[in-house]
């Protein structure tokens, strides 16, 4: 016996129902990420591997010709968590780390993102040297010593002075400080690595508060 027409349009708003639900959570869960990326220098390049990465973790590589860049993610709450990931480099030179937020793109047509904070502590490199991992030292403007501030080129909404990357200090890791950053205004700095030597990148890292 078929179903009438009214139980049909009933189960095919649940399915509907269920598919957004389902949708929504997932981006949710995507929000709720922090995002590392690892990526060699333009100029030098060097070919190197990311090997590993911490429970909940997910690595993408991602290539711009012939310079390779991995994008790494994990799971966020409102709590302090480490993260780690692994690399391997083929060759001496240098790599760049990027600390940011995930890529969440509001509109497509004016590029418009929603800024989803991440706050970095205590960031520790072993087979390779990081200056200012806990971010206690600082030049003008909260900007953190031994860091590069890199803020996209016309941003949507515009990067200013509540949303800049910036050191804070509402309940850090460890120390006085951490750095917060989102996706269109991060920090990065370059790391000299080894042949066949493998690197072990730590950190410790939360969604981070509003403006």
């Known amino acids: 016996m078929k179903n009438p027409p009214s139980l049909r349009l009933l189960q095919i708003g649940a399915i509907v129902l269920s598919i957004g639900l389902h949708s929504a959570s997932a981006q949710s869960r995507s929000e709720s990420r922090a995002r590392v990326d690892i990526s060699a220098i333009p100029k030098a390049p060097i070919r190197f591997s990311v090997d590993s990465v911490s429970a909940g973790g997910h690595k993408e590589e991602r290539k711009a010709g012939d310079v390779q860049n991995y994008v790494t993610s994990f799971p966020a709450t409102d709590e302090w968590k480490e993260g780690s990931l692994t690399i391997t480099p083929e060759t001496t030179g240098s790599l760049a780390i990027s600390l940011l937020g995930p890529y969440v793109l509001v509109d497509s047509a004016t590029k418009q993102f929603k800024p989803v904070f ?27 010593s031994g860091w590069n501030v890199r803020t996209t ?5 515009p990067v200013d002075e509540t949303n800049r990357a910036a050191l804070r200090s509402e309940k850090p890791f460890e120390g006085t400080r ?10 990065a700095q370059v790391v000299l690595v080894e042949e066949n030597v493998q690197v072990v990148i730590t950190f410790m890292y939360r969604l981070g508060g509003q403006p």
């Open 118 to 144: 991440i706050e970095y502590d205590d960031v520790k490199v072993k087979s390779g040297v990081i200056k200012n991992g806990g971010f206690e030292l600082a030049i003008q403007n909260d900007v953190p």
């Open 153 to 157: 080129s016309a941003s949507n909404p």
């Open 178 to 187: 951490y750095i917060r950053v989102w996706h269109n205004s991060a920090v």
